[in-house]
């Protein structure tokens, strides 16, 4: 893989070719990740924590695009939290302070739940999300943001977003009508 896919997939998940995900850019954070890597495999003095939180912002950076993506279909602004919680734990400067954050707020991460079953592609785009917190290995994050690029370039961002698919804007039945049915 390769870090211009990392960047293609942050552009497409926020409809912008300069997504301010990451200050350095997405590209650095890719390459640094793989640089650790490198490092690690020869023992040039990355240490394990260095390497698990290069790892970590790669992932945080997936995550990020997947739930920027979410929500472009969504339009849902209790998932927004998600998308806050994620940004602000890649700001961390450490693993330690990237899991404090997460767990702070751990309860946010519900709210991408509600609604996602009435549209296949929001239920793509959460499945890949999942993937992505599973997953351990720069491989396995490679494997998801090609993944990712295939789901979004299928997405039909204009198609109009259809209200009555939201649970929480269908008004409630009147009573009266229903009592003379």
């Given at each position: 893989?390769?870090?211009?896919?990392?960047?293609?997939?942050?552009?497409?998940?926020?409809?912008?070719?300069?997504?301010?995900v990451?200050?350095?850019?997405?590209?650095?954070?890719?390459?640094?990740?793989?640089?650790a890597?490198?490092?690690?495999?020869?023992?040039?003095?990355?240490?394990?924590e260095?390497?698990?939180?290069r790892?970590?912002?790669?992932?945080?950076?997936?995550?990020?695009?997947?739930?920027?993506?979410?929500?472009?279909?969504?339009?849902?602004?209790?998932?927004?939290?998600?998308?806050?919680?994620?940004?602000?734990?890649?700001?961390?400067?450490?693993?330690?302070?990237?899991?404090?954050?997460?767990?702070?707020r751990?309860?946010?991460?519900?709210?991408?739940y509600?609604?996602?079953?009435?549209?296949?592609?929001?239920?793509?785009?959460?499945?890949?999300?999942?993937?992505?917190?599973?997953?351990?290995t720069?491989?396995?994050?490679?494997?998801?943001?090609?993944?990712?690029?295939?789901?979004?370039?299928?997405?039909?961002?204009?198609?109009?977003?259809?209200?009555?698919?939201?649970?929480?804007?269908i008004?409630?039945l009147?009573?009266d009508?229903?009592?003379?049915l």
């Amino acid at each position: 893989m390769s870090a211009k896919s990392f960047e293609l997939l942050l552009e497409t998940a926020f409809d912008s070719p300069n997504p301010q995900v990451f200050e350095e850019g997405a590209a650095t954070v890719y390459n640094d990740l793989e640089r650790a890597l490198r490092e690690a495999k020869f023992s040039q003095g990355t240490s394990r924590e260095q390497l698990s939180y290069r790892f970590e912002r790669l992932r945080l950076g997936v995550a990020i695009a997947f739930v920027q993506a979410f929500l472009r279909l969504a339009d849902n602004e209790k998932s927004k939290e998600v998308l806050e919680v994620l940004q602000e734990a890649i700001k961390a400067k450490n693993t330690r302070e990237i899991d404090k954050i997460v767990q702070k707020r751990i309860a946010s991460f519900d709210n991408l739940y509600h609604e996602i079953f009435v549209n296949p592609q929001r239920e793509e785009i959460l499945h890949l999300f999942e993937q992505t917190l599973d997953a351990g290995t720069k491989e396995e994050l490679d494997e998801l943001i090609m993944d990712g690029l295939e789901l979004l370039a299928e997405v039909d961002w204009d198609a109009p977003h259809n209200p009555e698919e939201d649970d929480d804007d269908i008004e409630p039945l009147d009573e009266d009508f229903l009592k003379n049915l």
